[in-house]
C-alpha cells in the first residue's frame, strides 16, 4: 500500500534485503521524530540558536530517511536561516516548524503502520 507522507526508497535502499536493519532504522526515525520535533519548538522559544541549528542539522538525515519531502523542505530553510542570522527570521524559523508539526502525526502513523508489517 503506498502512503501518503512518507517514501521509504532511501531507507529501503540502505536497509538492502535486512529486515532486521529495516525495522531498527523505521524504530529510530519514530523515536528521533517523537522527540526532536518537539525539543525544536522549545529551543525557539529560548531563542537557543545553535541548538536549534545543530538540531535542524541532525534531522536533516531523519528526514531523508522518512522521505517526507514538505517537512525536508522546511527544515532546509530553517537550517539556512540560522545560519545566516537567526534572530532576523524568528517568525520564519517559527512557521516552519509549526508547518513540520502540523505534518508530523500523519507522518508518524505511517512510520508505525510500515513498523508493525515487520
Given at each position: 500500500?503506498?502512503?501518503?507522507?512518507?517514501?521509504?526508497?532511501?531507507?529501503d535502499q540502505m536497509a538492502g534485503?535486512?529486515?532486521?536493519?529495516?525495522?531498527?532504522?523505521?524504530?529510530?526515525?519514530?523515536?528521533?521524530?517523537?522527540?526532536?520535533?518537539?525539543?525544536?519548538?522549545?529551543?525557539?522559544?529560548?531563542?537557543?540558536?545553535?541548538?536549534?541549528?545543530?538540531?535542524?542539522?541532525?534531522?536533516?538525515?531523519?528526514?531523508?530517511?522518512?522521505?517526507?519531502?514538505?517537512?525536508?523542505?522546511?527544515?532546509?530553510?530553517?537550517?539556512?536561516?540560522?545560519?545566516?542570522?537567526?534572530?532576523?527570521?524568528?517568525?520564519?524559523?517559527?512557521?516552519?516548524?509549526?508547518?513540520?508539526?502540523?505534518?508530523?502525526?500523519?507522518?508518524?502513523?505511517?512510520?508505525?503502520?510500515?513498523?508493525?508489517?515487520?
Amino acid at each position: 500500500m503506498p502512503y501518503q507522507y512518507i517514501h521509504l526508497a532511501y531507507l529501503d535502499q540502505m536497509a538492502g534485503d535486512d529486515s532486521e536493519t529495516r525495522g531498527q532504522l523505521l524504530h529510530m526515525l519514530i523515536e528521533d521524530l517523537e522527540h526532536n520535533l518537539p525539543e525544536m519548538k522549545a529551543l525557539l522559544q529560548k531563542q537557543e540558536w545553535q541548538a536549534l541549528q545543530n538540531l535542524s542539522h541532525h534531522l536533516k538525515s531523519t528526514l531523508v530517511f522518512a522521505g517526507n519531502a514538505e517537512m525536508a523542505r522546511a527544515n532546509r530553510s530553517i537550517e539556512k536561516h540560522l545560519t545566516e542570522e537567526p534572530e532576523a527570521f524568528p517568525d520564519f524559523i517559527a512557521l516552519q516548524i509549526d508547518a513540520m508539526e502540523t505534518l508530523l502525526p500523519m507522518v508518524l502513523t505511517e512510520l508505525k503502520r510500515e513498523f508493525q508489517k515487520k
